[in-house]
């Protein structure tokens, strides 16, 4: 069974730091990008970061300068690094990936983590 289990979320002060990880596990031939997305009351999901399997990173403009992605291949894992934290980034974040199972197809399928709750108090 594939998953993505989410950890890191929390209550923070504005101006402080978290720090969340996504850890993909299951039968997984190989992960193409991933990314973090995040949903506030009443808003629509929005992307926050995404990363290549190569390393190559890009970010909404919202996140630029205060957060950072990064992932380890080998531990089939991504990370979100926010600092200057405001209250307006305050939701919900979810990992999402898109996962290749067979090493003769290049179809991928996109996977959904659980989401971990991020509450940024002013």
């Known amino acids: 069974q594939v998953q993505l289990v989410e950890s890191g979320g929390g209550l923070v002060q504005a101006g402080g730091s978290l720090r969340l990880s996504c850890a993909a596990s299951?039968?997984?031939?190989?992960?193409?990008?991933m990314a973090w997305y995040r949903q506030a009351p009443g808003k629509q999901r929005e992307l926050v970061a995404e990363?290549?399997?190569?390393?190559?990173?890009n970010y909404a403009d919202s996140s630029k300068g205060r957060f950072t992605i990064s992932r380890d291949n080998a531990k089939n894992t991504v990370y979100l690094q926010m600092d200057s934290l405001k209250p307006d980034d305050t939701a919900v974040y979810y990992c999402?990936?898109?996962?290749?199972?067979?090493?003769?197809?290049?179809?991928?399928?996109?996977?959904w983590g659980q989401g971990t709750q991020v509450t940024v108090s002013s």
């Open positions: 999402n990936a898109k996962l290749r199972f067979l090493s003769w197809s290049l179809t991928e399928y996109d996977y």
């Open positions: 299951g039968r997984i031939y190989r992960i193409n990008d």
């Open positions: 990363i290549t399997s190569g390393g190559t990173a």
